[in-house]
């Protein structure tokens, strides 16, 4: 059957759904492998305490890989194995196809891996005999796997999230190249009709420089219309996501658009699946570090490990919880389409979250801090919305 393990680890929550023998949680052996992009290093750790076995290498083929894993299967008779790999560049094929195959596969979290000190040699051999080593004795950390559904949403929304940083480069040198040569706009807000209109009232001596120009001002355009295709994209695959009740659920609170509601499901899956809010928080590294010792407690700034996309969208929208705490239209259009509870949760959080930026920013600390420990404390009230949409209890935990 499926379960969730948890695991802690510097400041970090890892989730992994695996099987599990319904008679023992022991394997036959694990195989710890080592994967690149044309090769895949392979050792073998049976039960005990003897050396683990390199096997060899294959290719990175799906043909190679079912060919090993009927091999392994044969060898050990059909008894379940556990196959062992570090989250990478080359995906989650691997975990898929030996999910299938019917044994239990994790990928583990690379910076939580044990390493000795004194180990100065690495290579492709001595990391998959490692790694079979360490799934032996459990001490590796699985991650979170998305589903094939998760992940297609997660390449969309990092795909705009890509788009956006083109777009805001083009913008950058196209401004740049206009403060260069004296050019000044004079209105209140960039890149709105008003301002194209202008741009296109701009001259220069040479006819070199007004080519510059226009292809700059193409190279922005064209760069928003991406945007703005794959935001429609966005829009368009939203009902048809198993995740769309959520993603309508946490769109009552302030701050977060149909992009920011998107991007952290995308990122995250079910959020309601982590025990508690704190335990949110530590994944996303908005918790303070610490470093203590004997009578002295020591915290420094927070530990930005973790999801860093879902932290800088929950950052971005802790801003708004800078202006006093209303009930806007748009807000009020997108709660009308939650639950009860929902609401009363999503106005619970403005009136706690603008009342502590006041109180916060009052006592003179930096701006980005304020900001910081609002996002914070959004996301064990979006983890409170999640639950409440998902069905789940939560109680009140959600500002724990």
Same mark, same amino acid.
């Given at each position: 059957?499926?379960?969730?393990?948890?695991?802690?680890?510097?400041?970090?929550?890892?989730?992994?759904?695996?099987?599990? #023998?319904?008679?023992?949680?022991?394997?036959?052996?694990?195989?710890?492998?080592?994967?690149?992009?044309?090769?895949?290093s392979?050792?073998?750790?049976e039960?005990?305490?003897?050396?683990?076995?390199? @096997? /060899?290498?294959?290719? #990175?083929?799906?043909?190679?890989?079912?060919?090993?894993?009927?091999?392994?299967?044969?060898?050990?008779?059909?008894?379940?194995?556990?196959?062992?790999?570090?989250?990478?560049?080359?995906?989650? /094929?691997?975990?898929?196809q030996?999910q299938?195959? /019917?044994?239990?596969c994790?990928?583990?979290?690379?910076?939580?891996?044990?390493?000795?000190?004194?180990?100065?040699?690495?290579?492709?051999?001595?990391?998959?005999q490692?790694?079979? @080593?360490?799934?032996?004795?459990?001490?590796?950390?699985?991650?979170?796997?998305?589903?094939?559904?998760?992940?297609?949403?997660?390449?969309?929304?990092?795909?705009?999230? !890509?788009?956006?940083?083109?777009?805001?480069?083009?913008?950058?040198?196209? #401004?740049?190249?206009?403060?260069?040569?004296?050019?000044?706009?004079?209105?209140?807000?960039?890149?709105?009709?008003?301002?194209?209109?202008?741009?296109?009232?701009? @001259?220069?001596?040479?006819?070199?420089?007004?080519?510059?120009?226009q292809?700059?001002?193409?190279?922005?355009?064209e760069?928003?219309?991406?945007?703005?295709?794959?935001?429609?994209?966005?829009?368009?695959?939203l009902?048809?996501?198993?995740?769309?009740?959520?993603?309508?659920?946490?769109?009552?609170?302030?701050?977060?658009?149909?992009?920011? $509601?998107?991007?952290?499901?995308?990122?995250?899956? !079910?959020?309601?699946r982590?025990?508690?809010?704190?335990?949110?928080?530590?994944?996303? =590294?908005?918790?303070?570090?610490?470093?203590?010792? =004997?009578?002295?407690?020591?915290?420094?700034?927070?530990?930005?490990?973790? #999801?860093?996309?879902?932290?800088?969208?929950?950052?971005?929208?802790?801003?708004?919880?800078?202006?006093?705490?209303?009930?806007?239209?748009?807000?009020?259009?997108r $709660?009308?389409?939650?639950?009860?509870t929902?609401?009363?949760?999503?106005?619970a959080?403005?009136?706690?979250?603008?009342?502590?930026?006041?109180?916060?920013?009052?006592?003179?600390?930096?701006?980005?801090?304020?900001?910081?420990?609002?996002?914070?404390?959004?996301? =064990?009230?979006?983890w409170?919305?999640?639950?409440?949409?998902?069905?789940?209890?939560?109680?009140?935990?959600?500002?724990?």
């Open positions: 059957m499926g379960v969730i393990i948890h695991s802690k680890s510097g400041g970090q929550v890892h989730y992994a759904t695996t099987r599990v #023998n319904a008679a023992s949680d022991v394997h036959a052996a694990y195989i710890g492998l080592d994967v690149h992009k044309v090769s895949i392979v050792a073998i750790a039960a005990g305490r003897q050396a683990p076995e390199f @096997r /060899g290498e294959i290719p #990175n083929e799906p043909q190679a890989i079912d060919t090993l894993v009927r091999q392994l299967s044969e060898r050990f008779a059909g008894q379940p194995l556990l196959f062992s790999y570090e989250a990478g560049p080359c995906g989650y /094929g691997v975990y898929h030996v299938a195959s /019917g044994h239990d994790e990928v583990v979290a690379p910076t939580l891996i044990p390493r000795r000190a004194g180990d100065r040699v690495k290579t492709d051999r001595r990391d998959a490692m790694l079979a @080593r360490l799934a032996r004795s459990g001490e590796l950390t699985p991650v979170w796997v998305p589903t094939p559904e998760q992940e297609a949403m997660r390449d969309l929304t990092r795909a705009r999230e !890509d788009m956006k940083a083109i777009e805001l480069k083009a913008r950058q040198r196209l #401004n740049a190249f206009l403060l260069r040569h004296g050019k000044i706009y004079g209105g209140k807000s960039k890149w709105i009709p008003a301002h194209f209109r202008w741009l296109e009232t701009v @001259r220069f001596a040479t006819p070199v420089q007004q080519i510059v120009l292809e700059y001002i193409e190279a922005v355009r760069a928003q219309r991406r945007v703005a295709g794959l935001e429609g994209q966005m829009e368009a695959a009902p048809d996501w198993s995740l769309a009740p959520v993603v309508e659920a946490i769109q009552a609170m302030r701050g977060v658009s149909l992009i920011t $509601a998107m991007t952290v499901l995308a990122e995250l899956g !079910d959020i309601s982590f025990d508690s809010p704190c335990q949110l928080m530590a994944y996303l =590294g908005l918790v303070p570090s610490e470093h203590s010792s =004997g009578g002295s407690r020591r915290q420094g700034g927070i530990t930005k490990t973790g #999801n860093g996309h879902v932290r800088r969208v929950l950052v971005e929208a802790a801003w708004s919880y800078r202006f006093p705490a209303r009930k806007t239209r748009i807000i009020e259009q $709660a009308e389409r939650t639950t009860p929902v609401q009363a949760i999503a106005w959080a403005q009136k706690r979250l603008c009342g502590r930026y006041r109180r916060l920013a009052a006592t003179g600390k930096v701006k980005q801090q304020v900001v910081t420990a609002i996002a914070r404390e959004m996301a =064990g009230f979006l409170a919305i999640a639950c409440e949409a998902m069905g789940k209890p939560h109680g009140s935990r959600a500002t724990a």
